[in-house]
């Protein structure tokens, strides 16, 4: 097993960003890194409501699905793992207080031009967005909060998937 940072070897490590910055894939590949187990906040809440993202936003709205997902975050009682964040989480404070008590969060950066090339449908993706906001919009909202919020930050602007796990592992031993 790697040796890690002993303030973080007993914690978990969430991963926020924007869709599309890679934090699905790289969870995975840095939970088997760390021989960590992997969680990913989307697919929790997904089989707990049993419905899609997408479907969620469009049965329920913006609002509500903001505080299923805050509710299910908030909720996750885990010990050594990676967490995926949904990429609205940092939208609920009760989420967010919970990831920063029990996690080290990384911030996956990535600028807004990679961004536009990554994410093509953010309605079948199940994407939180006002309605009227561009992609644009939603970038300039949020990526002060990641900023806010985490205690590493990486630009994956330009690095591959195992780039970016190296990056993620050297910042954490």
Do not use: W
Request: net charge neutral; proline share 2%.
């Amino acid at each position: 097993m790697m040796k890690i940072n002993k303030n973080i070897a007993h914690k978990n490590i969430a991963l926020i960003g924007m869709p599309a910055a890679g934090k699905s894939s790289v969870g995975r590949l840095l939970a088997e890194k760390l021989n960590f187990e992997f969680i990913d906040s989307d697919d929790l809440i997904q089989s707990g409501e049993g419905r899609t993202l997408a479907e969620i936003i469009s049965a329920k709205g913006l609002s509500r699905f903001l505080e299923i997902e805050e509710r299910h975050i908030a909720g996750i009682r885990a010990h050594r793992h990676v967490i995926a964040t949904g990429g609205s989480a940092v939208y609920g404070k009760k989420a967010m207080d919970h990831l920063s008590r029990t996690c080290t969060i990384l911030y996956l950066s990535i600028d807004l031009p990679g961004l536009l090339k990554r994410l093509s449908d953010i309605t079948s993706r199940g994407v939180a967005i006002k309605p009227g906001k561009t992609i644009e919009d939603l970038y300039a909202e949020r990526t002060p909060l990641y900023d806010q919020y985490c205690d590493i930050k990486i630009d994956c602007s330009s690095l591959t998937l195992e780039q970016v796990v190296e990056q993620a592992v050297a910042a954490l031993i």
